[in-house]
């Protein structure tokens, strides 16, 4: 598949995000650790997502679309399917911006999650737990409304407001050496890749995977986008499959992709809890599992890792921790 | 019984404790939470001594024991009965002074603060889980070794240690009309309690205990100290009862003593973890129980709380919740 052509967001539109969604965003504080220090021989920098709005990363780009849109097209509300916290972050972006949100969800969705986009205010419409269901449903949501449909990461919109998380985490640590994100549809992971090229050429950008869920792995390997077909993994964020954006971003700017076993996710998602007081989700626990699986170097080093969320069952991680 | 001519600590014992501690310790973060102001119809200011060092406010009163020793005391270790925080707090803050702690700790106490205890290199020995076998070990530890004991809470530059996390908050927030803390042996609550009157006059500092182990509230109400018998409490940290200096500390300057049910600890502990995404125990979440009861008046008011600390059992905490 030739990427070259792909119309990519830059620089310049991730300082426009980053100014755009300032007044809605939390500039989440950077944790530090010396248990992990210790652990990895080097300094590791927490950029803390699971405090962001929402409770992960997936505000800000949501935040960027939305007040992006002209007065006409917000007057006629927007709409996605989502699974997660895609769905919660567009409720939200739509109630600032005064407008409606209609979120196509599998019916299978964590009652959490449900539950947090009806208290934003959005319209929840049911679909089947498929690809096919959730695109079509969406098709007819934005045909019956008039809604801007909103994808949770292919889109140059999302993509650049994921990328302020990066802004922020290169402005307030300098010299890192690496940051690490995990790589599920790939807006995060495209839009930090983006911002580093650009802002500090010298930072390797480093996206983790599941084993379980390796298509971001798979895609860059074959040179062609490699969907997942019903992976199971424990992080839930990172089921979905790149995208034409998403799949050119990670060409063109990560480094490489390291992929992780479930039982480290859910050791370092464990050790997060326990260590550092803060409660992370599965899919935020993915880079520092690669780390502490000693797959990337990090002896000297300054390392950021971007903890992509927060937003958890906690009677189903009960359930997860006493499998572990 | 009368307590006008108890020697407690002062403003001046406080700043020189937060000058001690200050290259040992975290000056924490004060987090905010949009949706607990909302519930509550003001404003909440969360000292976060969850992210202390050990996960908890005990640190601090440790250390400023530890550092205030004599070179030639110090040689000799320090000694203490604990069953959880302030046994890890003495433990490192024995190691950084390069020093011994011997730690009695009774055979019932949780496993990760027994595993916490002994990572920090501190001797445990073991003792019957009864205030007795506590006293009669601890005793018999000094009188082999010549270690310094160093009591949890009844202790002066312990009560100094604990007033600097106020201290910071003061600092840091301004016009505070009211501090919640919770009060187990009274340390916190009277360190604070000192501080904000020394500091801030206008601050109310409001003490929140557990229904199941109200020896503060009946000792404050009888003019004596009422111990608790053996309370049945999730907030393993405020099963203890006063000591002679605490019970002074809280009668001179605490306003009140407000008291909550078990599943209102429970409630209010769940929703810190699931809302602002940090680990706090079970003792932590009193003082906002007793908020979101509406037991205190919070409306336009501007409120801290200190969070007392975040170590937990994750299994044992997960099944809590379960219960819920």
Redesign the interface.
């Given at each position: 598949m030739d990427t070259n052509n792909v119309d990519l967001p830059g620089e310049r539109d991730i300082r426009e995000a980053a100014a755009r969604i300032a007044p809605y965003t939390h500039r989440t504080?950077v944790m530090t650790s010396q248990y992990f220090d210790s652990l990895v021989a080097g300094q590791v920098f927490f950029k803390c997502e699971?405090?962001q709005k929402v409770?992960a990363f997936k505000f800000r780009g949501a935040a960027n679309a939305v007040f992006s849109l002209s007065d006409e097209e917000a007057a006629r509300g927007v709409a996605t399917h989502s699974s997660g916290n895609h769905a919660q972050a567009l409720a939200l972006a739509a109630r600032l911006r005064g407008t409606k949100a209609y979120i196509v969800m599998p019916s299978n969705a964590p009652r959490?999650k449900r539950q947090a986009v009806a208290d934003y205010g959005a319209e929840i419409i049911d679909c089947e737990a498929t690809v096919a269901s959730r695109e079509s449903t969406a098709e007819q949501v934005v045909a019956d409304t008039g809604a801007t449909f909103i994808h949770p990461y292919n889109d140059r919109r999302i993509i650049a407001g994921q990328g302020t998380a990066a802004l922020e985490l290169l402005d307030e640590v300098s010299g890192l050496d690496v940051i690490l994100v995990p790589v599920g549809g790939g807006g995060l992971a495209s839009g930090t890749a983006i911002a580093a090229a650009a802002v500090s050429p010298s930072t390797r950008v480093i996206a983790a995977e599941p084993a379980e869920a390796d298509d971001a792995y798979r895609s860059l390997q074959s040179g062609r986008i490699e969907p997942s077909i019903n992976p199971r993994t424990i992080a839930d964020g990172l089921r979905t499959s790149l995208g034409e954006l998403t799949f050119a971003a990670l060409r063109r700017h990560v480094d490489s992709i390291v992929t992780v076993p479930e039982d480290a996710i859910r050791t370092a998602m464990?050790q997060v809890?326990?260590r550092?007081?803060?409660?992370?989700e599965p899919s935020a626990a993915v880079p520092l599992a690669a780390l502490l699986l000693g797959r990337i170097d990090t002896a000297g080093k300054r390392t950021g890792i971007i903890l992509s969320g927060?937003n958890v069952d906690?009677?189903e991680?009960?359930r997860l921790?006493?499998e572990g």
């Open positions: 504080p699971n405090f409770g959490v464990r809890w326990e550092m007081k803060i409660i992370i927060g906690l009677n991680t009960l921790f006493g």
